[in-house]
């Protein structure tokens, strides 16, 4: 039996791992040089696709190759096709594009990650990007790119709060507002929406840029400031955190929710949005894998578990913690604030 069991072990897995770092950086090729645009109006050969994008045909078909290994491509014959998932989350212009992420992969979290030996045997991250003075130009340079990976959770908010169907004024805060995907997706389900946008002063021209292109900018109000220092002001009906807790760590975490505790309406819910690891720690991999990513870009970040943050929320005095079921990486959180 011993035997049988070593001879199953190949080193097959980690030979798939060592090239890891292959993929994204094919699709960001792929990417910028507008292959799955250049398809999504009909199949290609790599002849035709490389004359029109103005590349290599060497060039597509080796990384072309490697999207249909990947599943990125479908190939008949000679012609290259999208796939669904391609389509549906490549194409730039669509709702779900998530093109843009691969940039901000290679050009700002890959190269911190090359010190990852470094990072583990001090515990300092190369950068802070949790601090103003380092993480302003960080987020301002990709919040707009990852709008998509949040659009679908933050329109399944505003459904399944009937925000469509609101007869009274409603206050969004947006914490942490980055691209401002969380308000602007609700103000844009009613008229009746108002967002008071939280952020530091390098970012918000970010928000506020996107909020025009959105056509709800004049219901937009910009606030400047570290978040547990910027007036996030009272008697707001929702409360949003878009991926931001992992970056605080737990002791900011904890602090922030009690005083966007104090900024909610009583009734009032707060949504937050993070990568959820398991109670035990043992999956699922991308909030595992994030977690190392936030050893290596900020002091204290890390990914929870529903249970630890639903922990969090009661101290505050949230009753009820929950999650929602959205299109996204993980569910939503949402509480309550009691009415008395």
């Given at each position: 039996m011993k035997n049988a069991m070593n001879a199953e072990v190949t080193p097959e897995r980690l030979m798939q791992m060592s090239w890891g770092y292959a993929p994204p950086l094919i699709i960001e090729a792929a990417v910028k040089h507008r292959l799955f645009d250049l398809l999504?109006?009909?199949?290609?050969?790599?002849?035709?696709?490389?004359r029109v994008a103005g590349v290599s045909e060497r060039g597509v078909r080796a990384i072309g190759d490697a999207l249909v290994g990947l599943g990125f491509l479908g190939r008949q014959g000679d012609c290259y096709m999208l796939t669904p998932e391609s389509a549906a989350f490549l194409v730039a212009g669509k709702p779900?594009?998530?093109?843009?992420?691969f940039h901000?992969?290679?050009?700002?979290?890959?190269p911190n990650w090359l010190q990852l030996e470094e990072v583990v045997r001090t515990g300092k991250g190369v950068d802070a990007v949790n601090a103003e003075d380092k993480g302003t130009q960080f987020f301002a340079e990709?919040?707009?790119?990852?709008l998509p990976l949040s659009y679908g959770a933050a329109r399944a908010l505003g459904a399944h709060l009937r925000i469509a169907k609101t007869k009274q004024p409603l206050s969004v805060l947006d914490l942490a507002a980055g691209s401002g995907v969380w308000g602007i997706a609700l103000a844009e389900q009613s008229p009746l929406v108002r967002v008071r946008a939280v952020d530091w002063p390098g970012v918000l021209p970010v928000t506020e840029r996107v909020a025009a292109r959105h056509g709800v900018a004049d219901r937009l109000t910009s606030v400047p400031g570290d978040l547990l220092k910027a007036r996030l002001g009272t008697n707001h009906q929702v409360a949003t955190l878009g991926h931001i807790l992992h970056s605080e760590g737990r002791e900011r975490s904890r602090k922030l929710l009690k005083k966007t505790f104090a900024a909610l309406a009583p009734g009032g819910t707060i949504a937050i949005m993070e990568f959820l690891v398991n109670r035990e720690r043992t999956g699922p991999l991308v909030p595992l894998l994030f977690a190392v990513n936030m050893l290596v870009n900020t002091?204290?970040?890390?990914?929870?578990?529903?249970?630890?943050?639903?922990?969090?929320?009661?101290?505050a005095g949230f009753t009820k913690p929950r999650r929602l079921a959205v299109p996204a990486v993980s569910?939503?959180?949402?509480?309550t604030k009691p009415r008395s």
């Open positions: 999504d109006a009909a199949p290609k050969t790599a002849v035709e696709l490389a779900g594009y998530h093109g843009g992420f901000h992969l290679s050009s700002q979290l890959m990709f919040v707009e790119a990852i002091d204290h970040g890390d990914t929870f578990s529903f249970e630890e943050i639903s922990g969090w929320l009661r101290d569910p939503l959180i949402l509480a």
